[in-house]
């Protein structure tokens, strides 16, 4: 089946907090906000279950009868099938600094944020309710088992082996990347969106809409900048 028109399905977990996107994975908003920005149709589906998705992670979304994860794997593939042209008119320069953005967000600043959220106890005092969207028979388990299995997860790929002080450095140095490189904006590159925006929102909308006591948090809230470019993506595609 290759219907271009029908809505394409994301699954992807809830959202919790009050946060105004629809859903607490960073690289969920980062997939919903990207099809916003091409005008896709979709349709988001609430799954809390990573392990139903064909890399056992969320988002994933069905493309063409076919379910597909990895945001980034995601977007290349309905970009190819779909024949969108994204990024026109940046430099080789601009898109190489897009995807060194990229990855230190999604492979860097990303276990800091899962660290202060739901490792860091001031992250986790509250991180906890995420779990509320579970039937209450399994919350309380499942809350554990999570948190745990989380643990050991950024103890592997890294971050975790850091203190809470060490972290906390390493994630304002990320802010100091993103508003030093975002200057007045508007957007990344300027006046327009691209693709790069998608990720950056995607992270940030989650620090600044999300509630924890780590002063990475309040770092960011610190930043008139990148506080005023999550509203104004905010108001543009939600
Ligand atoms: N590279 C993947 C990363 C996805 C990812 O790390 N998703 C997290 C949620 S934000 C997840 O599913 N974590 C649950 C787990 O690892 O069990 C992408 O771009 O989609």
Known sequence: MN?????????????????????????GVKL???????????????????????????PWVMVDGQAL??????????KQRRGIRTDTGLTPQQLALATAVRLMLEDHFHQVWEHE??????????????????????????RNVARSALRKQLHARGVGRHTHEQIVQMGIEDLDVIETLLGDGP??????PRDIDATVFGFLSLTYWT??????????RSRRALCDYCERIRERYY
């Open 3 to 27: 219907d271009t028109q029908a809505p394409l399905d994301v699954y992807t977990f809830g959202p919790a907090w009050d946060i105004p996107v629809l859903t607490a994975s960073p690289f």
């Open 32 to 58: 919903i906000t990207w099809l916003r920005m091409q005008d896709l149709p979709h349709r988001v589906h609430v799954e809390n279950n990573p392990g139903k998705g064909p890399k056992g992670k969320c």
């Open 69 to 78: 994860g990895d945001s980034e794997m995601v977007i290349e593939t309905i």
């Open 117 to 142: 959220l739901f490792i860091f106890d001031g992250g986790w005092k509250r991180a906890y309710e995420f779990f509320d969207q579970l039937p209450p028979g399994v919350r309380v388990l499942v």
């Open 187 to 192: 957007f990344f590159f300027g006046e327009e």
């Open 211 to 220: 509630p924890s006591e780590s002063p990475v948090w309040a770092n960011l």
